[in-house]
């Protein structure tokens, strides 16, 4: 298990504004991920150092954006006015993982512009709504994948979070901590974060300093 990307939530009207502002402070240009058809929502991605990406994701004007977990997740998010919503850990197997939720993890998909089609398997989105500062879990079934689109220059250095729990919660905590290594996650109450629990910044090394990203 590793630790694979972020997600941060915009509204349809602003993703192109949140893409142009993230990608200056990263200094790594964003690329139009496509449309998630099952999910009515689309993505914007930026290659970090590591193997890793930030994903910038809006809701559509589509059935799948109220129907689905993802696309309840970050429709609730963009109407709250966006910014963090999630972390994700990629494994090569889901099976194990899929198990101890009691139900197969859902089918992914989402097609480039240039046509090439990311396929994936994931799970643990629906935890997510109620615990905000849960990870959900992918395994990817491509080849391709977004760190490699594009040149990074930034690599994540801390994550800090909001919770009651610091994923005592959580099944997979041994895993997650693990997978965590060379990052480093603070936990801190929910009360300093107006009552919420979740990512409250990501913080990233570029070109010699530190970015806040909240």
């Known amino acids: 298990m590793r630790l694979d990307h972020v997600s941060y939530v915009a509204s349809h009207d602003q993703i192109s504004d949140v893409v142009q502002r993230i990608g200056s402070q990263i200094g790594t240009?964003?690329?139009d991920g496509g449309i998630h058809p099952r999910y009515g929502?689309?993505?914007?991605?930026?290659?970090l150092l590591n193997g890793q990406y930030i994903e910038v994701v809006c809701p559509l004007d589509h059935p799948a954006a109220e129907s689905t977990p993802w696309g309840k997740a970050v429709t609730k998010k963009a109407n709250e006015g966006g910014g963090w919503l999630t972390w994700v850990f990629s494994t090569e197997d889901i099976a194990p993982i899929a198990t101890k939720f009691d139900r197969p993890a859902a089918?992914?998909?989402r097609t480039r512009p240039d046509g090439t089609d990311l396929k994936w398997k994931q799970i643990g989105v629906k935890e997510i709504s109620d615990s905000p500062d849960l990870p959900f879990f992918i395994q990817w079934l491509t080849d391709s994948h977004p760190s490699q689109d594009g040149k990074a220059a930034a690599k994540i250095e801390k994550i800090e979070i909001a919770t009651n729990e610091e994923l005592s919660h959580s099944w997979f905590k041994s895993e997650i901590d693990a997978a965590l290594s060379g990052v480093e996650t603070t936990y801190v109450d929910p009360a300093t974060n107006e009552g919420e629990s979740g990512i409250v910044y990501v913080s990233f090394a570029v070109n010699g300093g530190h970015v806040h990203i909240s």
Do not use: I, K, L, V
């Open 29 to 31: 240009a964003f690329q």
């Open 107 to 109: 089918d992914g998909h």
């Open 41 to 47: 929502t689309r993505n914007f991605t930026a290659p």
